[in-house]
């Protein structure tokens, strides 16, 4: 069975703070990939980053980076320098090869930046 | 359109009626996911297809829901004799191929109301 976990359900923080929302993950699978979406007020998922289980480097993409560490099950997401626009619901998730082609998803992380 | 179309964006049915909810994929993507995004059960996953088959029916949560795809496009959820707990949103997504390391990009979602 596979399992995700946002334990912060809800971060608050004031514009130009750095803010990290933390996901843990739970696969028997040796081969798997991790996912990050955003969710707007707006619904719709949108995608911001892949990882397969191979490749632990860090990522940095823009105002985002990304911290996979397989000893510690995690794949942490941080913005830097938080602006309002990145007021959203994020959501970590997982697939893998020997569990069908869904995504299992986390609960998300409520991230409001306030101005 | 170069996105995930679903139709209705939103539907508003009295219980007991049937339902059904649209998804136009991204053009060449072989591969659907249907998802019931809700605030008891966050997102989870519904049934997927690989063309015109659905080799993973796992997700759907009764006998009510039923969901096909034609023409290796369009697919189609059918819910019947809706209940008030199917009220959630409907959220469809598209790959290319199908395979598990793939990215799966999201529709804006069908937002269902059960009264």
């Known amino acids: 069975a596979q399992k995700v976990t946002q334990a912060q359900t809800e971060i608050s923080v004031v514009e130009k703070e750095d803010v990290t929302l933390d996901c843990v993950y739970e696969?028997?699978?040796?081969?798997?990939?991790l996912f990050w979406y955003k969710q707007p007020p707006s619904g719709e998922l949108v995608f911001l980053i892949r990882?397969?289980?191979?490749?632990?480097q860090n990522e940095i993409s823009g105002r985002y980076s990304w911290n996979f560490q397989k000893s510690t099950s995690s794949f942490n997401f941080t913005i830097t320098a938080s602006q309002v626009v990145d007021s959203a619901v994020y959501f970590c998730?997982?697939?893998?090869?020997?569990?069908?082609?869904?995504?299992?998803f986390g609960g998300g992380t409520r991230l409001m930046v306030k101005p | 359109g170069a996105g995930v179309s679903q139709s209705p964006s939103n539907k508003v049915t009295e219980k007991g009626k049937d339902v059904e909810l649209r998804c136009d994929p991204i053009s060449g993507h072989t591969a659907l996911y249907w998802y019931r995004q809700s605030l008891g059960q966050g997102l989870e996953f519904l049934i997927y297809?690989?063309?015109?088959?659905?080799?993973?029916k796992s997700g759907l949560p009764s006998d009510r829901f039923s969901a096909e795809r034609t023409g290796g496009s369009v697919s189609t959820l059918t819910i019947q004799r809706t209940q008030q707990e199917d009220s959630a949103v409907y959220l469809c997504?598209?790959?290319?191929?199908?395979?598990?390391?793939?990215?799966?990009?999201f529709g804006p979602g069908t937002r269902l109301l059960v009264l």
């Open positions: 990882r397969n289980s191979f490749d632990e």
């Open positions: 297809f690989q063309g015109n088959s659905a080799p993973d």
């Open positions: 997504a598209s790959s290319l191929a199908g395979a598990g390391w793939e990215t799966q990009y």
């Open positions: 696969t028997r699978d040796t081969t798997y990939y």
């Open positions: 998730a997982l697939s893998a090869n020997n569990a069908g082609n869904m995504l299992t």
